[in-house]
């Protein structure tokens, strides 16, 4: 079994404004938001038949939640072009689909406030079931504009392998 180092003398927990995600080798520019990771375990109830006042219960099938990814709208095309492997419109009868690479796996990295690394999940087998260009447009508002990318997966793990830092001290 993995052990978790402890840190005794942090006494504040992580916040969750200092993130980075991964993929094809490389961190992907501008993410502001990313869906919590979350897995749910269905309950499978059952009773014996000579003890008609209880039920029994014991886990059954898992699903892992999609994970949404937001940034503000930039030029750069990495949302785009991992949602067009999934439905390419126009590419022609047969063609619409990447299945070679339309799956990628990701990293969601997590640094304290000093900026160190301090958890990490990888995330398998995703891909993209919904991709928005561009969020409402608006005359009268004051906003970034963003787009974003849903993620179906099929499990995340944390990495073990990313320890806790030591903090500096200044």
Partial sequence: MAQFSTNAQRFDPYKNFKFRIKWDGRYVAGVSRVGALKRTTEVVSHREGGDPSSSRKSPGRTEYEAITLERGVTHDPEFEQWATKVWNFGAGLGAEVSLADFRKDITV??????????LSYRVFRCWPSEFQATADLDANANAVLIQSLTLQNEGWERDVAVTEPAEPSL
């Fill in 109 to 118: 990295d997590l640094f304290n406030e000093a900026g160190q690394l301090v």
